[in-house]
Nanobody, 115 residues
Framework: VQLQASGGGSVQAGQSLRLSCAVS????????AAWYRQVPGRQREWVAS???????NYGDSVKGRFSISKHNAKNTVYLQMNSLKPEDAAIYYC??????????WGQGTQVTVSS
């Protein structure tokens, strides 16, 4: 399984970004997918998840601003981030849950938010 994250960048507070995670080796439609983020020196933080049926869940800090989705035909998972805040700045990682095995991780994409 390989995950390729993209879409990070530098924006000002209040602006939006959309992250993409192209997945190969497994169909995203049959796996729970998630986004995490990490600031250097701090623990990796769960941001959002989407289960095979499409139900989504969000961390409290992003609820109402971020939206996770997936396109099964493109085998891609997205994270739409609106109303970005400086505290959203981090490296964002996509994740695929593999029951009975280790999770699969992408390489990370940097998001910078200036005030």
């Amino acid at each position: 399984v390989q995950l390729q994250a993209s879409g990070g960048g530098s924006v000002q507070a209040g602006q939006s970004l959309r992250l993409s995670c192209a997945v190969s080796g497994i169909r995203v439609g049959i796996r729970t997918a998630a986004w995490y983020r990490q600031v250097p020196g701090r623990q990796r933080e769960w941001v959002a998840s989407i289960i095979p049926g499409g139900t989504t869940n969000y961390g409290d800090s992003v609820k109402g601003r971020f939206s996770i989705s997936k396109h099964n035909a493109k085998n891609t998972v997205y994270l739409q981030m609106n109303s970005l805040k400086p505290e959203d700045a981090a490296i964002y990682y996509c994740n695929i849950k593999n029951p009975g095995s280790l999770d699969s991780w992408g390489q990370g994409t940097q998001v910078t938010v200036s005030s």
